[in-house]
């Protein structure tokens, strides 16, 4: 899947590239006609300026890598990107997302911006006790924190996953991480988070992020991830300028 990655990117840029001598030559024939007209165009923002570069190419890329990716918390963010200047607005919202998330979980999580979403990773070690998919109580009240924070942005969906590392059969993993998922999804639906917001995926020893052969790789592995990404329905009240930046 890297691989597939590393060559959608560059596909990507080359794309860009090419497009160069187009933007050149319009620039050159734009300079033929009145100072004038120039002065009285709109200028967007440079939020909306950055956002609407490689719309196309930007959208089929994420496409891409979110059909591949579709049960993972990243390829859930990338697959919801709409881009252009309605990305611009759902990338503003999710900033203030992030940064209410950063103090709601403090050491707890690792909250990270990524596309026109969020991602959160929990080391399982702070949620649960070893072989046991019971919150523990000391970190509840983050999560209760969190819940608050997700309530006040309702048009936004989480997808939650689970994953181990791979000491134990696979069927246990999985069945392991899918009820640590199961258990961080019921907390905040308990604290008021709409269950239909939700999709939980147990994703066992699947998808390490650092290697299973040392005790410090294997504590990485063991964690939770919370992809959380624009609804349909927030896409389209930033496509039809029902919210916008500000």
């Known amino acids: 899947m890297k691989t597939l990655t590393k060559y959608i990117v560059l596909g990507y840029v080359t794309l860009i590239a090419t497009s160069a001598p ?3 030559f319009s620039q050159q024939s734009t300079k033929k006609k009145s100072t004038s007209t120039k002065t009285n165009k709109t200028q967007l923002k440079r939020s909306q300026k950055g ?8 959208a089929i890329v994420g496409g891409i890598i979110g059909k ?37 979980l ?25 072989g046991s998919s019971s919150l523990r109580p000391e970190t509840q009240e983050s999560l209760r924190k969190m819940a608050n924070t997700l309530k006040e942005e309702q048009k936004t969906e989480l997808l ?17 991480s899918n009820k640590r998922a199961q258990a961080v ?4 639906i308990g604290e008021g988070v709409s269950t239909s917001r939700f999709k939980v ?7 390490p992020v650092a290697s299973n052969n040392t005790e410090t790789g294997r504590q990485q592995n063991r964690r939770v991830e919370i992809g959380l990404y624009a ?14 930046l500000r």
């Open 51 to 58: 956002a609407l570069i490689g719309v196309g190419a930007g």
């Open 185 to 188: 999804a019921n907390f905040l």
């Open 106 to 130: 403090g050491k707890t999580a690792k909250v990270e911006r990524v596309g026109e979403g969020v991602k959160l990773t929990f080391d399982n070690a702070l949620l649960f006790d070893f």
């Open 160 to 176: 939650v996953e689970g994953h181990t590392d791979n000491v134990g059969s696979e069927a246990f993993n999985r069945d392991l």
């Open 231 to 244: 609804s349909e329905e927030m896409k389209k009240a930033a496509q039809n300028g029902a919210i916008s």
């Open 201 to 207: 995926i147990g994703q066992g020893e699947a998808n």
């Open 68 to 104: 591949n990716n579709k049960n993972t918390a990243i390829g859930a963010i990338i697959g919801a990107t709409v881009g252009g200047a309605a990305g611009a607005i759902i990338g503003q919202r999710m900033d203030k997302q992030a940064e209410r998330l950063k103090e709601d």
């Open 22 to 24: 187009e933007v050149a």
